[in-house]
């Protein structure tokens, strides 16, 4: 009798260590994404890197129907969605594709192309992948203002 008591105690030690490592990955204290950790990969575009990152947003208009026999009950529907630009500045890339691109686009049928914005975390491991379709650059610009330090 009492082995089996010992027996039933080792038991339930053993489930309850085993519950509580089942318990510790999933308590486990999570951060924010830094802001700084970001990849954009453009299809047919090689590896370019981008240290500022502005614009990603969407806005679904509010339209208002009020039918003629409800007095003054008013119905909300979702209207048009727009987009905003995404702007990526602060640009660096080892050949010309990203204003072969640009370029590509002047007087010219538009040459849109998938993208994704990939936010990393702090190890470099992928988090958060926004993928969007039938991009193309608006706007080239090269900051005038170049530095060498010797």
Not at 54 to 63: A, H, I, N, Q
Not at 100 to 120: A, C, G, H, Q
Request: glycine letters at 6%; one cysteine or more; charged letters at 20%.
């Amino acid at each position: 009798m009492r082995k089996i008591i010992v027996f039933l105690a080792v038991l339930s030690m053993l489930i309850l260590v085993s519950s509580t490592l089942a318990i510790a990955p999933s308590s486990k204290k999570k951060y924010p994404l830094p802001s700084s950790n970001f990849v954009v990969e453009i299809d047919g575009i090689g590896s370019s890197s981008f240290t500022h990152l502005e614009g990603v947003s969407s806005t679904t208009e509010v339209v208002e129907y009020r039918e003629g026999n409800e007095g003054n009950i008013v119905h909300l529907f979702p209207g048009l969605t727009r987009y905003g630009p995404i702007i990526l500045k602060r640009g660096l890339s080892e050949n010309s594709e990203l204003w072969d691109w640009y370029e590509s686009n002047i007087d010219k049928p538009v040459d849109t192309r998938s993208m994704s914005i990939i936010f990393l975390d702090r190890c470099w491991g992928e988090q958060v992948r926004y993928n969007f379709a039938e991009c193309w650059p608006s706007d080239y610009y090269i900051e005038p203002e170049f530095k060498t330090y010797h």
